[in-house]
C-alpha cells in the first residue's frame, strides 16, 4: 500500500528553521546558547488497560536541541527530534488470505513521530571537564506515519499496512540524565531519557499510551 509523503506541521518547520539556523551559526565561545545533536536507540511499548500483551520494540532516533543556559546553571532546551515508537503483541484477525476464520497472529506496530520537546534542563557542576546534568518537560509529537505489519503464529508470509487508529499528535512529559564530558577540545553528550505518554495514541478505545527509554549520545557546539 503506497503512503503519501507527510506534511510537517507548522511549528515543527519553525523549530526546525530555527534549529538549523543556531548549528550554523553558533559557537562555542557564545556564552550563552549551545546547540547539539544526538543519535541514539529508542525501545518502546504501549500501556493502557487492555487484555492486549505488549512488549518493547527498538529502533533508531536522532535529533537536535537549542540550549539558552543562564549562569546559575538551568537552561532552556527546545529540541527536534525523529523517533519511531510502538509496540510487539499477540492476537487474533480476521480475513488473513488463505485463512477462514480468526487467525492467531504475531504483530508489530510502528509510529514513527517527529518530537518537540521543551525542556528545562540544570548542571550541576559548570568547572571542570565533567558536566552532568538533569532535564524534564513537555513533548508534543507529531505522527509522521503509522504501520502495522503481522504475520501468523503458525507461518506463512509477511503482511504490512497502514493503521488509521493513530492519533496525528501526541502528548507526553519527558525526563532524564546526562553527562556533558569535554574530550580534546570537543564536548560530547551521554545520557538517558524516559518518556511518559499523557494522551490517548490512538482514536479508538480503550486508550493506549506510548511509553519509551532512550539512550543517546552526541556533540554539544
Known amino acids: ?111 514513527a513521530y517527529l518530537e518537540v520537546p521543551v525542556f528545562l534542563s540544570y548542571v550541576f557542576e559548570r568547572r571542570g571537564s565533567i558536566h552532568p546534568k538533569i532535564f524534564g518537560g513537555p513533548i508534543v509529537a507529531f505522527n509522521l506515519d503509522s504501520q502495522v505489519t503481522y504475520r501468523a503464529k503458525a507461518g506463512g508470509p509477511e503482511f504490512s499496512d497502514s493503521d488509521d487508529s493513530v492519533e496525528n499528535r501526541d502528548l507526553a512529559f519527558g525526563a532524564g540524565l546526562g553527562v556533558e564530558w569535554e574530550i580534546g577540545g570537543e564536548r560530547l553528550l551521554l545520557g538517558v531519557q524516559s518518556t511518559f505518554g499523557l494522551s490517548n495514541a490512538r482514536t479508538a478505545e480503550p486508550p493506549l499510551y506510548n511509553r519509551s527509554l532512550s539512550f543517546f549520545t552526541g556533540i554539544v557546539f
Request: net charge negative.
Open 1 to 111: 500500500m503506497s503512503l503519501s509523503a507527510p506534511r510537517l506541521p507548522l511549528p515543527a518547520i519553525v523549530v526546525a528553521t530555527t534549529l538549523v539556523a543556531a548549528l550554523a551559526g553558533v559557537r562555542t565561545a557564545d556564552a550563552q546558547w549551545q546547540a547539539s545533536l544526538r543519535m541514539g536507540v529508542t525501545g518502546s511499548t504501549l500501556t493502557g488497560d487492555t487484555d492486549s500483551d505488549f512488549s518493547a520494540v527498538t529502533r533508531l532516533s536522532g535529533g537536535a536541541a537549542l540550549s539558552y543556559v543562564y549562569a546559575s546553571g538551568f537552561a532552556i532546551e527546545p529540541g527536534l527530534n525523529y523517533v519511531v515508537k510502538g509496540a510487539n503483541v499477540d492476537g487474533e484477525i480476521q480475513g488473513l488470505p488463505g485463512a477462514g476464520g480468526a487467525v492467531p497472529v504475531e504483530a508489530t506496530f510502528e509510529l
